[in-house]
């Protein structure tokens, strides 16, 4: 990551600290990155994923991402990222639609820094799934209940539940597994908005069966 003070990011980002966010030394005779400062890192892959075209055209999921003014100075960035209550952010991805699902825009009202547990946790995994509701799968071996009920568990041990005669009843199953592991993770975290969506995102009022 080669980078030039006055350049802007993206055409955008505004570098203006008042130290060098690189550090460099010579291997081999060639200049290699040897520390990246971790605001910046953080700061520059946000801007990547809300204004670059190419990384959009690569990854269709970021279409219509866009960017805060708020952050368009890195110092700014900085600020609000101090300002957090998850003081390991450096190994948390910030996350634009965790509070609100569908949302495209990074801002500081809209970004929660979340752990790598958390997102492995709530991924849907709908294209491993196939047709089924969430958390089912088919077992063919069993014909009195052939519906088994799968939940991913971050904390070890089986993620199997059982087997059951309906897929409904399957899926129900999951979601009462699903919600109790969520509201064991939502007791570690030191954001409150991420936990109180973690206690809420299962719950058993929220319809999962069309997901």
């Not at 219509?64 to 990222?81: M, Q, Y």
């Not at 041990?157 to 597994?177: C, D, V």
Request: net charge positive; proline share 5%; aromatic share 12%.
């Amino acid at each position: 990551m080669s980078v030039k003070k006055n350049k802007l990011v993206y055409g955008w980002g505004i570098n203006d600290v008042d130290y060098n966010v690189c550090r460099t030394q010579a291997v081999n005779g060639k200049r290699k990155n040897v520390w990246v400062c971790p605001y910046y890192a953080k700061w520059v892959k946000i801007i990547q994923r809300g204004l670059c075209p190419k990384f959009q055209e690569k990854y269709p999921t970021y279409e219509g991402c866009t960017v805060s003014e708020d952050w368009r100075n890195l110092s700014d960035f900085i600020e609000w990222v101090d300002s957090q209550p998850n003081r390991d952010w450096i190994n948390c991805e910030p996350d634009k639609d965790f509070l609100s699902v569908g949302n495209k825009h990074y801002s500081p009202n809209t970004v929660v820094f979340v752990s790598k547990k958390v997102n492995g946790f709530i991924i849907d995994s709908g294209k491993s799934r196939g047709d089924y509701m969430i958390g089912v799968s088919y077992e063919h071996k069993s014909k009195k209940n052939p519906y088994q009920a799968r939940c991913r568990n971050p904390f070890g041990g089986s993620s199997h539940i059982g087997l059951f005669p309906t897929e409904l009843e399957a899926h129900k199953a999951w979601q009462t597994r699903k919600h109790e592991i969520a509201c064991m993770l939502a007791d570690l975290q030191p954001d409150e908005r991420v936990a109180s969506r973690l206690r809420e995102m299962y719950a058993p009022d929220k319809d999962w069966s069309n997901r």
